[in-house]
């Protein structure tokens, strides 16, 4: 069995919608990262980061309990037995640092506020977004960079939310070229029965801040950003 086939048997964990929407892209970037990553490190960082957005896809999905709990554990145990194997091989390999995302990008824009996303029972729904437009600071064409964006309420450290997005571009980003705004948004927010001002304006109403991360290939998460939501309405 290939890596590239063992890669995408471990997708079967994410929920189904999930995979429907974003399989093929995450394979492609795969490949990607395959070519470019240390052999000794690569399924170390893959599997770390399938355990951890594993779970995080199942909170957003709505299939029965029992689905994520069993998914959520078995990407638990697979990650770690890779890294159980991988000690060795982590210790060995001494080829430097990787490349920090920020040598090779930059925020150019930011547009934060609250969307929208439809009526429920006659409630109205508001959720956090932001939209980042990001620069290829470097001499060389990008490709392989996704981002992820956790959301909080002012005051607190759990998240309340968050947002993937699997590739900035469809294809290679020229060198310092600008990506078109990349929209994320919390699947959390306030619902009421209030116009949308008025939810804005409501007394029990909480400012949320974002932070977003970026990586390229099978590379640690880095930080890029982090912004206070406006509190206006977007779109």
């Known amino acids: 069995m290939t890596g590239e086939q063992v890669y995408s048997a471990l997708l079967r964990l994410y929920p189904r919608r999930f995979r429907l929407e974003y399989g093929d892209a995450m394979v492609e970037i795969f ?24 779970c995080q896809a199942h909170v957003r999905d ?20 890779v890294v159980i194997g991988s000690v060795a091989g982590v210790v060995a390999a001494s080829g430097g640092s990787p490349r920090a995302i920020s040598e090779d990008v930059r925020v150019s824009h930011v547009h934060s506020g ?79 029965t209030e116009t949308w001002d008025q939810l804005l304006l409501n007394s029990h109403f909480v ?7 970026a990586k390229r290939g099978a590379a640690q998460w880095q930080e890029i950003g982090e912004w206070l939501v406006q509190r206006g309405v977007v779109g």
């Open 207 to 213: 400012d949320v801040r974002v932070t977003v991360f």
């Open 62 to 81: 709505r299939e029965p309990a029992l689905t994520h709990l069993w998914r959520c554990a078995l990407a638990a145990v697979i990650a770690h037995a």
């Open 114 to 192: 609250w969307l929208a996303v439809g009526r429920n029972d006659g409630r109205d729904k508001l959720v956090p977004t932001i939209a980042v437009t990001l620069e290829n600071v470097s001499d060389a064409a990008l490709d392989g960079v996704h981002l992820t964006a956790v959301f909080r309420l002012v005051g607190e450290t759990e998240s309340w939310g968050d947002a993937y997005i699997p590739s900035i571009t469809a294809d290679s980003l020229a060198p310092h070229a600008l990506t078109m705004p990349l929209i994320l948004q919390s699947g959390l927010g306030y619902t009421g």
């Open 31 to 54: 490949r990607e990262a395959r070519r470019d990553a240390a052999p000794g490190t690569f399924w170390l960082m893959i599997v770390g980061d399938l355990c951890r957005s594993v």
